[in-house]
């Protein structure tokens, strides 16, 4: 029996004991990070992969799925973030968009069909998608409420057109593992899903990855607690808000002092105009603040783990606009 043929069966064979309910599947959920599927039956769920969030391995141990997650510090085009995590791992000009090899006469017949299903590159649509709400914002006035049907007011709806894919495959000469990769932004939120094998196991053993991708639901990520209030949220805390995450060699840091000073002299003299104090997941919220710059914003103070800690360096020129969101993440060290 080809390999190829070893795996429908056990996929046939897995799906089945599922139908019949004999047992209950387990649901991976990270509220953190707005991810939720059902962990198809017979793979292994790791929750603390040394390369990403969480991963998955199917029953032959072939195919392996990881998930990795970073907050976005500013909004950048998918595109962009695919470029930049490729650099970081050495991938680049190595990989190519899915949706173009399927559509190459000169890839092989085999491979097209089985990567049909993951094929997506939605930048284009994103981008009209973005192009018109910005001429629409242009031609009316800023309703800071929005309207009953939750469309955006003076903020973009991040759920709404902030949520984009791209899908890239990496067959470089000389890497013993081929590797498809999905990028995705949702919600603050960047996204990385990569799907791996041996070279010569992967595209027989790709079938198998669909569903475990397709559960996943990439396009309703929603960046979890990462995620930006909407225009309705902003409305009521009223004003400028500053939010973020303090962090620690991209460790969240809870309970850290969060200082706002309006000026310099104010720095000077210690007296800051706004706190606040970072959650359990790092996170910090100023409201109701004035529009107008804001010289400098710190962390020093005790961590809920009772280290000191303070800013490596403090954000200086902070622009806040009524009714909008600044987001802010704060770098700390740990001091004596």
Known sequence: MRLRDEIIVLSVLASAAAALGQSEPERYASREFGIYFDVPAGWTLDRKPTDGLVALSDSLALLKITVAAQIMPKKIDVREFADRLERERGLAAKGAAVAGL??????????????????????????????????????????????????????????????????????????????????????????????????????????????????????????????????KAVAAAKRGIIMGKVLSNGSAVGGAAVNLYADAASYAKGVPSHRARSNGYGEYTITHLDAGRYYLLEVYGVSDEGERVRSVQPITNIDVVEGRIVFVNIEVSRVQ
Request: glycine residues 10%; negative net charge.
């Open 102 to 231: 399927v559509g190459d006469a000169a890839f092989a017949e085999a491979k097209r069909d089985v990567l049909k299903p993951f094929a997506y590159d939605d930048t284009e649509r994103v981008d009209k998608a973005r192009e018109k709400y910005e001429k629409a914002e242009a031609q009316r006035p800023v309703d800071l409420a929005g309207d009953e049907r939750g469309e955006p007011g003076a903020i973009p709806d991040e759920r709404r057109f902030l949520a984009e894919m791209t899908t890239r495959l990496y067959e470089a000469e000389g890497r013993s593992v081929t590797q498809l990769i999905f990028y995705v932004i949702g919600g603050g939120v960047g996204y990385t899903v990569t799907v791996a094998a041996a070279r010569d196991d992967f595209y027989a053993a790709l079938p198998l990855g669909h569903d475990a991708v397709a559960a996943m639901k990439l396009d309703k990520l929603s960046g979890g607690r990462y995620a930006l209030p909407d225009a």
